[in-house]
């Protein structure tokens, strides 16, 4: 069975909390790599529409690997309602899922 690569995206307020969260689920095994990437957002919060500098954390995991990482987010996000979106990568080169997979499984 073909393993499939997932990546899940949060945002957070810092690229402290950021670099955080993302030394945590590599250590752990939750995620094979992560992006830090600075954003500018806008929403609508409590009634307000706002802007704000976040830190958007890109994770890269397999499949068997997600219902963990999202476990563990949902636990330990600093955000009251932290954006947890996931989505199937379309392609993964052969060479590079199967580092992820080496990465995350025994």
Not at 11 to 17: A, P, V
Request: hydrophobic share 35%; charged share 25%; with cysteine.
């Amino acid at each position: 069975m073909q393993l499939e690569l997932k990546v899940l995206e949060t945002t957070l307020s810092s690229k402290e909390e950021a670099e955080k969260l993302a030394k945590t689920v590599v250590e752990q095994k939750l995620a094979a790599c992560c992006h830090i990437i600075p954003i500018s957002s806008c929403y609508e919060w409590e009634g307000s529409i706002t802007f704000d500098n976040e830190v958007l954390l890109r994770m890269k995991t397999i499949d068997t690997r997600l219902p963990q990482l999202l476990s563990f987010l949902e636990e330990n996000h600093p955000y009251e309602t932290p954006q947890l979106i996931s989505y199937k990568a379309e392609h993964a080169s052969k060479k590079y899922l199967s580092w992820v997979t080496s990465v995350l499984t025994p």
